[in-house]
């Protein structure tokens, strides 16, 4: 009887004026917490670690809801269809509330989920950023390269075009060199020939 009266002692609902009642009363309080844990253990199997579409949600609910009101009335209880009916509401009731719990926690799985893939896109947005900014970078360098690819080819071209003017002044100036000097050698022998044929000359007359 002391057992009875502690478990409902603060229970107001269902006050136990003996103990045929407070034992009716406590075999529907254990079947109403057992069908409770069946429905809680249900749902945290199928959203307790992952965010669930809300009529996904709804339809869980009202399937293991089902299951646990089953439950309920399959045990072994005294006292009537009345105190039955009692206990079921208010069965009901701590299962629809149990289910606005999941619902506020399923939200925020949801929120979470949503801040997750944001962060993933603000990461691929930096991150595609940073390798358009070495790409720039990249560009700069292959031009700057390119340039002074262009400017070593052109000194290149005009160290070349140096050299040959200078190699065509060095030929022209051995040809007219040379020239000068066949010039003059011919001038030389044709001297030598005229005092020869002067002299010649000059002998026959006497």
């Known amino acids: ?4 009266i502690k478990e409902f002692k603060d229970d107001d609902s269902f006050p136990a004026a003996s103990m045929v009642e407070a034992t009716i009363q406590l075999a529907h309080t254990r079947g109403v917490e057992s069908a409770i844990e069946i429905y809680r253990t249900k749902m945290e ?14 339809q869980m609910h009202g399937e293991f809801k089902k299951i ?31 289910y606005g719990i999941f619902k506020a926690e399923n ?36 031009g700057g390269f390119n340039a002074v690819c262009e400017g070593v080819a ?14 065509d002044a060095i030929a022209d100036g051995f ?6 000097i066949a010039d003059g050698f011919t001038e030389g022998v044709n001297a030598i020939a ?7 000359n000059a002998v026959q007359m006497k």
């Not at 959203?47 to 709804?58: A, D, G, I, W």
């Not at 989920?113 to 950023?129: A, F, G, P, R, S």
């Not at 005229?194 to 010649?200: D, Y």
């Open 194 to 200: 005229e005092g020869i044929t002067e002299r010649v």
């Open 1 to 4: 009887m002391t057992i009875y």
């Open 107 to 142: 939200k925020t799985r949801e929120l979470q989920q949503k801040l997750t893939e944001q962060e993933k896109k603000n990461i691929m947005k930096d991150v595609k950023q940073e390798f358009g900014f070495l790409e720039l970078i990249g560009r700069g360098i292959r």
């Open 68 to 98: 646990a009101i089953s439950h309920y009335r399959s045990g072994k209880k005294m006292g009537g269809r009345k105190i039955e009916e009692k206990f079921e509401k208010q069965l009901i009731e701590k299962l629809d509330d149990r």
């Open 175 to 180: 040809t007219e060199g040379v020239n000068a």
């Open 154 to 167: 052109y000194i290149a071209e005009e160290v070349k075009e140096g050299v040959k003017k200078g190699i």
């Open 45 to 58: 199997e199928k959203c307790s670690t992952r965010y669930v579409e809300e009529p996904m949600l709804e």
